[in-house]
């Protein structure tokens, strides 16, 4: 069977936690649902609606889209679990107050990005003309192992240099700019352009980070990286990493580290992991 692809959010689930991954990936556990997907995927949308109509519309249109967008999305999770007691939440609120509030800050998130990126002087880049780099597709081959995914955006500034840019939602800053560099080897295979720099634009202070140099990740590196991750899923290779993130794990509850057996979601071979 032909090898599945891979993925930046695989890597770093894998890396953040290996049974946590073998819970989501192999076992295909039920995940607990939460507010700050929602948020995120409906702000993403917004965004990128505005972006791809030239930044036709105000600020009132982009949040009417982060409703629609939310109502949605709100409505795909309930269906997967209808007793919102058992969301996660990003601290001690209650579900309820949890979503009201991530409503109402992505909604202001949305109106602060036009705010901000009307005044900016950086524009999404445009590499064929008609079709803006927002929410960009990509497959990178590396050494055979096939690396999917989206990139939010490249943005071009006035002296022509490029940038790729993650939007970001949540409070915590990445700590590597791992996800940057693979964009980068991206751009690169798909257009011969390196930008060579990225940043995350980050939600809640409405302003991307300093740049981040990509120079360190080089292809060689990152394609050794995955192919030992690609590897180890294979060999089902699952290591716990028990700490801080477990609190928001959305398969906890089937951890050995919670008090549940996990054996009731049994590790099952798959080419397809």
């Given at each position: 069977?032909?090898?599945?692809?891979?993925?930046?959010?695989?890597?770093?689930?894998?890396?953040?936690?290996?049974?946590?991954?073998?819970?989501?990936?192999?076992?295909?556990?039920?995940?607990?649902?939460?507010?700050?997907?929602?948020?995120?995927?409906?702000?993403?949308?917004?965004?990128?609606?505005?972006?791809?109509?030239?930044?036709a519309y105000g600020p009132e249109v982009m949040a009417d889209w982060f409703e629609e967008a939310w109502e949605r999305e709100y409505a795909k999770a309930v269906a997967i679990e209808p007793d919102i007691s058992r969301w996660l939440t990003g601290g001690m609120t209650k579900p309820e107050t949890d979503l009201k509030r991530r409503r109402e800050r992505g909604r202001d998130q949305v109106e602060a990005y036009f705010e901000y990126a009307i005044e900016a002087p950086e524009r999404i880049w445009e590499p064929i003309e008609?079709?803006?780099?927002?929410?960009?597709?990509?497959?990178?081959?590396?050494?055979?192992?096939?690396?999917?995914?989206?990139?939010?955006?490249?943005?071009?500034?006035?002296?022509?240099?490029?940038?790729?840019?993650?939007?970001?939602?949540?409070?915590?800053?990445p700590d590597t700019?791992?996800?940057?560099?693979?964009?980068?080897?991206?751009?690169?295979a798909m257009f011969g352009e390196k930008p060579g720099f990225g940043d995350y634009f980050m939600a809640k202070n409405n302003a991307p980070t300093d740049p981040w140099n990509l120079q360190d990740y080089s292809l060689e590196k990152v394609t050794r990286?995955?192919?030992?991750?690609?590897?180890?899923?294979?060999?089902?290779?699952?290591?716990?990493?028990?700490?801080?993130?477990?609190?928001?794990?959305?398969?906890?509850?089937?951890?050995d580290f919670n008090g549940i057996d996990a054996r009731q979601y049994p590790y099952e071979e798959s080419a397809n992991a």
């Open positions: 069977m032909a090898p599945a692809h891979r993925s930046v959010s695989q890597y770093q689930g894998f890396v953040r936690c290996g049974e946590a991954y073998r819970l989501e990936k192999i076992a295909k556990a039920p995940q607990n649902q939460a507010g700050w997907f929602i948020q995120g995927t409906a702000y993403h949308e917004a965004v990128e609606r505005w972006e791809k109509s030239y930044r008609g079709q803006p780099a927002i929410e960009l597709s990509f497959s990178l081959d590396l050494d055979g192992i096939e690396v999917k995914g989206f990139i939010d955006q490249v943005v071009e500034y006035p002296d022509g240099h490029l940038r790729v840019r993650d939007l970001k939602t949540g409070t915590k800053l700019a791992f996800q940057l560099a693979i964009y980068d080897h991206a751009v690169n990286w995955f192919r030992n991750m690609d590897k180890a899923v294979r060999l089902g290779l699952f290591l716990p990493n028990p700490g801080d993130a477990c609190r928001t794990c959305t398969v906890r509850r089937f951890c």
